[in-house]
């Protein structure tokens, strides 16, 4: 067994003003009703000025083009355990408030990149609840990369978001990307690969592409994006050494 640290999330101590803020903006997501997998914990990042995000390949910029200028911004780097496909999943939502606290601008992540959360009218979807305003996105089935609703960028993706739920599930195996280049190919290797395979194809399923499962990610999965970095190779530890144990 490894370290326990690893069966949990971390629960670091951290601003309570800004754990607040991040949850008054967080976002609302729908989830298939079918998807086996929901987020365990986001990490997030505030910025008051343009910089360059920590836990993503791109620029945060509060005067960017397509929206009303804004006092801040703040980046919720939203963790699962899995994505159908491999073992680990870092998707992203951005939301950008302006001067009189209103939303101003949404963006997600999508397959490496990002698309602004806006409908065919040019408008967001904001929905207020308990004082706060949150940005909706929409989930792909198992992969979980987000669209501002289901017809546009999903459902052109049927075909191969089946193909990913089932017959490929659990082929990417431990998932490794630049961020964490150095740490977490550290750990893969053949074994760990069929491992997790096996572990997903248990959980292959066919998508209603009916987004009924409502998430809010709410203040108690929210932790500073630095902590559940550090965190990110402690649980892959923890989880392979489950799944050495069940096998």
Excluded at 16 to 35: M, S, T
Excluded at 97 to 123: C, R
Excluded at 195 to 200: E, G, M, N, Q
Aim: aromatic share 12%; charged share 20%; hydrophobic share 40%.
């Amino acid at each position: 067994m490894t370290t326990i640290a690893g069966s949990r999330v971390p629960r670091p101590r951290q601003s309570r003003r800004a754990r607040d803020l991040a949850a008054r903006y967080a976002p609302l997501i729908y989830f298939d009703r079918k998807e086996p997998f929901l987020p365990l914990a986001v990490g997030y990042t505030m910025f008051t000025q343009d910089g360059a995000s920590p836990s993503f390949p791109r620029h945060i910029e509060l005067r960017g083009e397509g929206h009303a200028p804004a006092a801040f911004a703040i980046e919720y780097a939203i963790w699962w355990d899995w994505d159908i496909g491999h073992l680990y999943e870092l998707e992203h939502t951005w939301t950008y408030v302006g001067a009189n606290d209103q939303v101003v601008f949404a963006e997600a992540s999508w397959h490496g990149g990002f698309n602004a959360m806006t409908l065919d009218n040019g408008k967001l979807r904001v929905v207020t609840r308990d004082g706060g305003a949150h940005p909706v996105v929409y989930s792909e089935p198992g992969k979980h990369a987000f669209a501002p609703k289901p017809e546009i960028l999903l459902e052109q993706r049927r075909a191969k978001t089946l193909s990913g739920c089932g017959e490929r599930a659990g082929t990417g195996g431990l998932w490794v990307t630049p961020l964490f280049q150095g740490i977490l190919d550290l750990r893969k290797n053949l074994q760990v690969d069929a491992l997790v395979t096996a572990h997903l194809k248990e959980y292959a399923f066919t998508p209603a592409f009916v987004w009924s499962k409502k998430f809010l990610v709410t203040k108690d999965l929210l932790i500073p994006w630095q902590t559940l970095f550090e965190w990110v190779p402690v649980r892959m530890d923890w989880w392979i050494a489950q799944l050495r144990q069940s096998r």
